[in-house]
């Protein structure tokens, strides 16, 4: 998740900021990423930084359709990470 934090970094500022949130889905750890605005999707990575899912947002709000049990499902959810730029 370093990598993806210094990429945000390197870019400009999003509005709203970006977050990334450690949850427990499916026995397992992953990182749900959010996106800056309207239509893009979210991201969900396991451990090592591999994309899962989209798990919402896009045209429909409703993510990619891999992983619609996601918000459903998650928990112990924690903040990693948020933009921390003004």
Avoid at 13 to 42: G, H, L, M, W
Avoid at 44 to 59: E, R, S, T, V
Avoid at 64 to 75: I, P, S, V
Wanted: proline share 6%; glycine share 6%.
């Amino acid at each position: 998740m370093r990598a993806k934090i210094d990429a945000h970094l390197a870019e400009k500022k999003q509005n709203p900021p970006i977050q990334i949130f450690r949850y427990r889905y499916k026995d397992a750890v992953v990182y749900y990423e959010t996106s800056p605005c309207c239509d893009q999707f979210t991201n969900l990575y396991d451990q090592k930084g591999k994309l899962i899912c989209h798990p919402d947002g896009g045209f429909t709000g409703r993510g990619d359709g891999n992983c619609a049990d996601f918000n459903k499902n998650k928990t112990e959810e924690k903040l990693v990470w948020q933009d921390p730029r003004q």
